[in-house]
C-alpha cells in the first residue's frame, strides 16, 4: 500500500513520522547552541479556540472565532458524566482553531505541525489552505505548513475533527467494546527543521549479554533536494552526562530523497554496560547530529536500553532468564474526559500497574497508547505488548490498508522504547485473513527484525502467521498451549464483572478465578504467562456492559481504587520488595449468604494469625492445595466454626517466624473517617496538568467501607478546575475527581465536606511555566 494513500494532499502529510522523545515541552527548545539554524521544537497546546460544530467559513483564515472556546490540549470535545450517559453525546464533528506567529530568524527552515493524536479523522487548514487528512485516532501525524507560511503576519491552523465513529476507519466499523471518545486529546507541536533533517531514528542493541555489547543506529534522513555540502552523520551514547562510545559517517548527496532514507552507523565493544530490566530498567541517552561543512545544522534524542527479550518454546526470556509474565490489559480512557488526560495522569497509569499492581507486563488493548504512558513503561521496569487499533471486525481494502498504516506508525513512533517486547499486528479476536495478515506481519517484520509479532485471537484453530500465538481464553481450565511460544492475553473479564458495591462472595470469587488462571499459568512452562482482562474498568458501548455505560471487570474501579482481585496481583512480589496483606472481604458478619465464615487473604507471607479482639481464632498457611503452583497461595480461613462476641479483626502477617506486617479491621460497622488522598501537590500552571484526588470513608483503622455512598460537597478556591462531578457521591466507600492546572500560578484549595463526618482540604500549588513560544 502507498504510505500516503489516504492523503487527500499530496505530500502534506508525513505519515507515520516518529515524533522526537523531548517534543511538546513547556516552552521552545533549541538544539545546537549559538546554531541560528538548529531544530526547534515549540509546543503548541495552549491558545487554541473550540467550537462543537462545523461552521461556513470556520476554515478560513479571516474567520471571527472570537466568540470560540479558549481551550488547552489534551482536550475532549464534551465532558461527560462517568457512567449512564449516551455515547452519542460525543459522536460529531468539532471545530479547533490556532493563531500563531512564526518565531523570528527561521527563514530557510521547514515546519511541521505534529499532531500526536486526534479522535478519529482531522482535516486540516493552514492560512485557508487544504493540507489534507488523517484518518485514524491512535497514531501520530504531520502536516508541513512551509509553503503557507507567512512570517510577518499572524497564521491560523484550522482542524476540523470527526468523532462519529466513522465505519471506513479502524477500529469502527462493527460493534467494538469500549469508546473512543472525541477532540484532539495529545499534544500539538510546530517542528522547525532545516532543509536536510533527520526524520527519525531506530537504535538496534546487539550482544547484550557478552563482554562486547553493540548498537546500530539507523538514521532515517529527508531532504527536499540533493546538496552539494559534506554532510555528516554523528551518533553518541551516553549515561547521564558521560560519552561511552560515539562515530560519525558522511554522507553521500545520492542519499537525500524527498522520501525518508536510513544510513547505518555501527557503535561497537561498549564495555560494561548496564541492562535494561524488570528490577534495574536502565536507560541511556542515543545522541545524533547531523553536521554541514562541520556546522551542526540538526539534532536528535532517544532514550534506549540494553535487553534482550524473546518468547521461546519454554516461556519468555529477558535478559537469558525466563520471565513468568503476569500482567493486565489497560484502556487508556478516564472518567469525565475520556482520553484526554495529560502526561502526568498517564504516566501514573504504568505506576499503579507496576508499584501498585506489581505487574510485569501490560498490553495497550486495544490500540497504540500515550508516548507518556510508553515512556512511564520504560522507567519503571515494565514490559509491553503493543498493538493495532481494532475489535473483531475486518473491514473492506480500504479498512485494511488504514490498519495496514496503523502499524507502520505504531512502530515508526515506539520502536526504541525497551519495554515493547510484542508487537500485535492482528485485529484483536478477529477471524483470519490470511493476505491481511500476512501483510501486517511482513510490514512489521521489514519495520522492526529485533521484535516478535503476535496475533490475538479467540480460537485456536486460528492461522498461526505471527511469531507468538496470543491467545484470549476465557474458560477454565484453559486450553493447553498449541503452539511452542504461547501467551494468554486475556482471561476472566467479562465472564465475571465485577462492582465494588457487589456482595463479598463475589468480591473474593473474582479474585480467586484471577488466581486460579495465574496457579494454572504456572503449572506449565510453555505458557509464557498471562495478561488478565483487565487492570481498569472502563467505559462501553449500550451494547455491551452493565447497563451504565460502563464494563465493570477490572481489578480496580474506573477511578483505578482497587477491588479485592487487585490485592492477589499484589501479593505476587517477592517480600523483599513489599510484604503484601490484603483481604479478598470486607469485615462484616452477614454479607455471605449465610453468615461469615471463610476468611480470603492474598499475601506473601508464609503464616497468617487471625484474631477477634485479642482472641487467637484462627492460623493458617498458604493454600497450595488448591493453588499448588503459586509462589504465593491465596490464604483460606474458615472462620465459621470460632463462635464468640463479634469485634475488631486483626490480620498478622509472618515470614519465617517473625511478624513482617498486620492490619485491623473494625467490628462497629460504622463509617468513622473522611480522607482524601492526592497523587501529587504540585502541578504546573500550563492549563492541561493534572492529579487525581481519591474520596475514602473508612473506619477507624483505615479500611474502606464499602457500602458508603454519601454525596461530597467539593469546593475549589485558586487557579484551578475541577474534573468530576461535585457534589460527588461515592461508590463502594471511594472514589476520585481530577485537579487541573489554569494557566496562572498560585495556591489552590480543595475543601471537601461529607455530611457527617466533616472536613477535609487539600493545597496545591500551581508552579508558573512560561507562555508558548508560538
Not at 479547533?96 to 512564526?102: A, G, K, L, P, W
Not at 481494502?397 to 506508525?409: M, N, Y
Not at 485491623?664 to 473517617?673: E, H
Request: net charge negative.
Amino acid at each position: 500500500m502507498d504510505r500516503r494513500r489516504f492523503v487527500q494532499s499530496a505530500g502534506a502529510l508525513i505519515a507515520g513520522t516518529a515524533l522526537s522523545r523531548h517534543v511538546f515541552p513547556d516552552d521552545a527548545i533549541r538544539i545546537g547552541t549559538g546554531n541560528p539554524t538548529g531544530r526547534l521544537t515549540l509546543a503548541m497546546n495552549r491558545n487554541w479556540r473550540y467550537s462543537p460544530a462545523i461552521l461556513d467559513g470556520a476554515h478560513s483564515r479571516d474567520f471571527d472565532d472570537s466568540g470560540f472556546e479558549r481551550v488547552v490540549i489534551p482536550h475532549t470535545n464534551v465532558r461527560l458524566p462517568w457512567h449512564s450517559f449516551d455515547e452519542k453525546k460525543y459522536q460529531f464533528v468539532s471545530t479547533y482553531r490556532r493563531h500563531f506567529m512564526v518565531p523570528q530568524g527561521t527563514q530557510g527552515q521547514r515546519f511541521f505541525v505534529d499532531f500526536e493524536g486526534a479522535m478519529t479523522a482531522a482535516k486540516v487548514w493552514h492560512n485557508g489552505t487544504y493540507l489534507g487528512e488523517h484518518q485514524g485516532g491512535y497514531t501520530p501525524f504531520s502536516f508541513e505548513v512551509t509553503q503557507t507560511l507567512d512570517f510577518d503576519k499572524e497564521n491560523v491552523l484550522s482542524v476540523e475533527i470527526d468523532s462519529t465513529e466513522p465505519p471506513g476507519i479502524p477500529p469502527f466499523g462493527g460493534q467494538i467494546d469500549y469508546l473512543t471518545f472525541g477532540g484532539i486529546y495529545r499534544e500539538v507541536s510546530l517542528r522547525i527543521v532545516p532543509d536536510t533533517f533527520i526524520e527519525n531514528i531506530f537504535v538496534r542493541t546487539r550482544d547484550v549479554l557478552t563482554a562486547r555489547p553493540g548498537l546500530e543506529v539507523n538514521c532515517f534522513l529527508q531532504s527536499r533536494e540533493r546538496t552539494a555540502a559534506a554532510l555528516v552523520v554523528e551518533v553518541a551514547i551516553r549515561d547521564d552526562k558521560r560519552v561511552i562510545a560515539a562515530a560519525k559517517q558522511a554522507i553521500e548527496p545520492s542519499m537525500l530523497t524527498a522520501e525518508p532514507k536510513a544510513c547505518t552507523i555501527g557503535l561497537d565493544n561498549l564495555g560494561s554496560i548496564k541492562l535494561w530490566g524488570l528490577a534495574h530498567p536502565n536507560l541511556y541517552q542515543l545522541q545524533v547530529r547531523l553536521l554541514q561543512d562541520g556546522r551542526q545544522i540538526d539534532h536528535d534524542v532517544r532514550s534506549i536500553g540494553f535487553r534482550e527479550a524473546q518468547f521461546t518454546d519454554h516461556g519468555f526470556e529477558l535478559n537469558g532468564k525466563v520471565v513468568k509474565l503476569r500482567g493486565l490489559d489497560r484502556h487508556q480512557t478516564f472518567p469525565f474526559v475520556g482520553q484526554a488526560m495529560p502526561r502526568r495522569v498517564q504516566r501514573k497509569d504504568a505506576q499503579i500497574l507496576r508499584n501498585q499492581l506489581k505487574c510485569n507486563i501490560v498490553r495497550t488493548s486495544h490500540y497504540p497508547q500515550s508516548r507518556h504512558f510508553l515512556d512511564a513503561c520504560d522507567e519503571v521496569g515494565l514490559l509491553v505488548l503493543e498493538e493495532i487499533p481494532g475489535w473483531q471486525h475486518i473491514g473492506d481494502e480500504a479498512w485494511k490498508g488504514l490498519s495496514i498504516e496503523a502499524v507502520r506508525q505504531m512502530i515508526r513512533r515506539d520502536w526504541n522504547h525497551p519495554s515493547i517486547v510484542l508487537w500485535g499486528v492482528r485485529i484483536n479476536e478477529s477471524r483470519d485473513d490470511h493476505d491481511f495478515y500476512a501483510r501486517t506481519n511482513a510490514v512489521a517484520h521489514e519495520l522492526d527484525p529485533t521484535r516478535q509479532t503476535g496475533g490475538v485471537r479467540y480460537f485456536q484453530e486460528s492461522e498461526f502467521l505471527e511469531d507468538v500465538f496470543t491467545m484470549n481464553d476465557f474458560g477454565f481450565p484453559l486450553k493447553p498451549p498449541n503452539h511452542p511460544r504461547y501467551l494468554n492475553t486475556e482471561f476472566v473479564g467479562h465472564t465475571y464483572p465485577t462492582k465494588t458495591i457487589d456482595n463479598v462472595e463475589r468480591l473474593t470469587e473474582h479474585m480467586m478465578r484471577h488466581a486460579r488462571i495465574h496457579d494454572q499459568l504456572a503449572s506449565n512452562p510453555q505458557y509464557a504467562g498471562g495478561i488478565g482482562w483487565c487492570a481498569f474498568d472502563y467505559n462501553t458501548h449500550g451494547d455491551f456492559g452493565s447497563g451504565d455505560r460502563i464494563c465493570y471487570h477490572g481489578v480496580t474501579d474506573i477511578f483505578r481504587e482497587a477491588k479485592p482481585a487487585a490485592g492477589f496481583y499484589r501479593a505476587q512480589c517477592d517480600p523483599e520488595e513489599e510484604v503484601v496483606l490484603e483481604p479478598a472481604f470486607h469485615w462484616a458478619p452477614g454479607d455471605e449468604s449465610v453468615g461469615f465464615s471463610r476468611a480470603v487473604v492474598c499475601s506473601n507471607c508464609d503464616h497468617l494469625k487471625f484474631y477477634v479482639g485479642d482472641r487467637l481464632i484462627a492460623e493458617v498457611g498458604p493454600d497450595r492445595v488448591q493453588f499448588a503452583h503459586l509462589r504465593f497461595p491465596p490464604f483460606v480461613a474458615d472462620l465459621g466454626k470460632h463462635r464468640g462476641p463479634w469485634g475488631d479483626l486483626r490480620i498478622e502477617g509472618y515470614i519465617q517466624g517473625k511478624k513482617r506486617i498486620a492490619k485491623n479491621f473494625s467490628g462497629k460497622g460504622v463509617d468513622q473517617k473522611f480522607v482524601l488522598l492526592p497523587d501529587d501537590t504540585s502541578l504546573l500552571a500550563d492549563g492541561a496538568d493534572s492529579t487525581r484526588v481519591v474520596l475514602r470513608v473508612t473506619d477507624e483503622f483505615g479500611a474502606i467501607r464499602p457500602f458508603a455512598n454519601d454525596a461530597i460537597k467539593l469546593e475549589l478556591e485558586g487557579p484551578a478546575e475541577i474534573i468530576g462531578d461535585h457534589p460527588f457521591p461515592l461508590v463502594g466507600g471511594t472514589g476520585a475527581i481530577w485537579i487541573r492546572s489554569k494557566e496562572r500560578a498560585g495556591r489552590v484549595l480543595l475543601t471537601a465536606t461529607h455530611p457527617r463526618l466533616g472536613v477535609q482540604q487539600v493545597e496545591f500549588e500551581m508552579i508558573a511555566t512560561p507562555e508558548e513560544a508560538v
